[in-house]
């Protein structure tokens, strides 16, 4: 699943390419339709990423888009080419094109809905309004692991499984460790490291965590080979030697997800 830098990139593109003019919208596929006639025609004002969740504004009434796991979105220049497969979503102007495949909310959100949207999402390290206190007040009363806590979006928001295993790497803490035993100065420290690395991601479109001392070319190895591209830590690392320790770095099963971690380098992993 996209994490929060995508869905960033995606609003900072679809506002240069887009906003302050009227927009074409259709449903080839149509099951869209009558909320594509709703907004096409009208003007564009603004975009808007809040974690996980893209939202294009039109003034009374906003589209919000969710991809889940397999929605996509391609975009090119010039005329809109011939529709190819499940499209639910096409917006264009006179210049550029845009479309949306498979996603898992694609609908439209009148004012006070987006006001409830922001409301239940958790702090999204890529905003200025986040509000990093509140999601510690909900870590720091949890017994749940921190892994688990970070993954849930209305703590914080946009973070994925990628950014999480890799900062309570950096952090020296383990994805099992309860939230209780987070301490107000760790937590700084996890929070400041998350905005860092997903504002990095943002303008490089890919999620690299590794300390300059652990990059392939000052180590002497390869550089890693995974479709998610990045050099990081532990992430799909299992069995492979921890970068910093090289100890071999464990996978198990934390809330239904795959977690990978180093015994040695991260405190209370078992
Ligand atoms: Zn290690």
Redesign the pocket.
């Known amino acids: 699943m996209p994490e929060g830098h995508t869905v960033r990139r995606l609003a900072d593109r679809h506002r240069e390419l887009f906003a302050g003019q009227p927009v074409a919208v259709t449903s080839p596929q149509g099951r869209f339709a009558e909320g594509a006639a709703r907004i096409s025609g009208a003007v564009l004002l603004d975009t808007e990423a809040y974690g996980k969740h893209l939202l294009h504004h039109y003034g009374d009434v906003s589209l919000h888009v969710h991809l889940g796991l397999y929605g996509k979105v391609t975009d090119g220049d010039g005329p809109v080419p011939p529709p190819v497969g499940q499209i639910r979503l096409r917006m264009a102007n006179p210049r550029h094109w845009l479309d949306l495949r498979g996603p898992t909310a694609c609908e439209l959100l009148d004012p006070p809905e987006v006001d409830a949207l922001r409301a239940r999402l958790g702090a999204d390290p890529l905003r200025a309004d986040a509000k990093p206190d509140q999601a510690y007040e909900r870590i720091k009363r949890s017994n749940n692991a921190l892994a688990a806590l970070l993954l849930d979006q209305s703590i914080v928001a946009g973070t994925g499984l990628i950014f999480v295993l890799e900062a309570l790497f950096r952090a020296g803490l383990a994805p099992t460790a309860p939230g209780r035993t987070l301490t107000p100065a760790g937590w700084r420290e996890l929070w400041a490291d998350l905005v860092d690395l997903m504002g990095k991601a943002v303008l490089s479109g890919r999620i690299d965590t590794v300390r300059p001392e652990h990059e392939p070319e000052a180590m002497g190895r390869p550089p890693r080979v995974d479709r998610h591209g990045g050099e990081v830590y532990v992430y799909r690392r299992p069995d492979q030697p921890?970068?910093?320790?090289?100890?071999t770095?464990s996978r198990g099963q934390l809330a239904g997800r795959n977690s990978y971690w180093?015994?040695?380098?991260?405190k209370g992993a078992s």
């Open positions: 921890c970068l910093v320790c090289g100890t770095v180093c015994a040695t380098c991260q």
